[in-house]
């Protein structure tokens, strides 16, 4: 199963990683260094859009 990551930016906007897998996204909350996983392991491999309603 493929969810999508919620992920607010320093510039107060929020982004959906779309199909992110599930382990994916249990690893990056599991993640002492949410930005290091975060840059390393979605960031530019996964579909993204703004998040609605933000």
């Known amino acids: ?3 999508a990551l919620e ?13 992110v897998p599930a382990e994916a996204v249990a690893a990056f909350k599991a993640a002492f260094a949410k ?11 996964y579909a993204v ?5 933000r």
């Open 1 to 3: 199963m493929r969810h």
């Open 7 to 19: 992920r607010p930016q320093w510039c107060g906007k929020h982004y959906e990683f779309l199909d």
């Open 35 to 45: 930005g290091v996983y975060f840059n390393r392991h979605i960031r530019n491999r």
């Open 49 to 53: 859009r703004l998040a609605p309603g």
